[in-house]
Each structure stands twice: as structure tokens, then as C-alpha cells.
Nanobody, 118 residues
Framework: QVQLVESGGGLVQPGGSLRLSCAAS????????MGWYRQAPGKQRELVAF???????NYADSVKGRFTISRDNAKNTVYLQMNSLKLEDTAVYYC????????????WGQGTQVTVSS
């Protein structure tokens, strides 16, 4: 199992920004696709952004233009920069990993809470 630890969540006002970090264990980080999911209470978990093992990125329509995923393979870390935050962005955010090009996200962090409130 790959071990993932998220950090950087917190309370922010609408229109504000946060940066989430996810530290991964192991020495083969560059071979994994990395994704950020989020889940609000009583709602379905959704994939909001991912970065493939070769550095390509994609975003859910709901966050495109506001969120940016990036990765630093030397630090075994993936980031999610969140700008122009909205109330609907409130959720627990999870880091996840998929080996190679499978896009089967099977490794999960513990989650970090993001609350957007005025």
C-alpha cells in the first residue's frame, strides 16, 4: 500500500485561497497518477483534478480555471492550489494515487477539511 498524508485545509472566506499538500511514501512516486477528490456530508465523492505519471493534468468543470494541481516528484508531493473559493467547495479533500496509466485510484490519504464560509 502507498501511504498518503494531506495537509493545508482550513477555514477561508468566499473568494479566498488555500493550497493543499499531499506527501507520498515510497520511491516510485513518478510512476503514479495523482488525484484530488472531495466529499461533502451526504454527497457523492467527486474527482476534482488529477495529474498523470507523465505530467498531464485535467480538471472537473466545476473547478476549472480556479484550481491548479501540480506535482514535485523530487519531494514525492502533489499540491492543489485553490483560488476564488465558493461555498460549494466546502468538503473533505482526499489525495489519491493510481499506478501507471490505470487511473484506478486505490490508495487514499486521511483527508483534510476545507470550509468556505463568510
Amino acid at each position: 500500500q502507498v501511504q498518503l498524508v494531506e495537509s493545508g485545509g482550513g477555514l477561508v472566506q468566499p473568494g479566498g485561497s488555500l493550497r493543499l499538500s499531499c506527501a507520498a511514501s515510497g520511491t516510485r512516486f513518478s510512476l503514479y497518477a495523482m488525484g484530488w477528490y472531495r466529499q461533502a456530508p451526504g454527497k457523492q465523492r467527486e474527482l476534482v483534478a488529477f495529474a498523470t505519471s507523465v505530467g498531464r493534468t485535467n480538471y472537473a468543470d466545476s473547478v476549472k480555471g480556479r484550481f491548479t494541481i501540480s506535482r514535485d516528484n523530487a519531494k514525492n508531493t502533489v499540491y492543489l492550489q485553490m483560488n476564488s473559493l465558493k461555498l460549494e467547495d466546502t468538503a473533505v479533500y482526499y489525495c489519491s494515487a493510481a499506478f501507471g496509466a490505470t487511473m484506478a485510484f486505490e490508495y487514499w490519504g486521511q483527508g483534510t477539511q476545507v470550509t468556505v464560509s463568510s
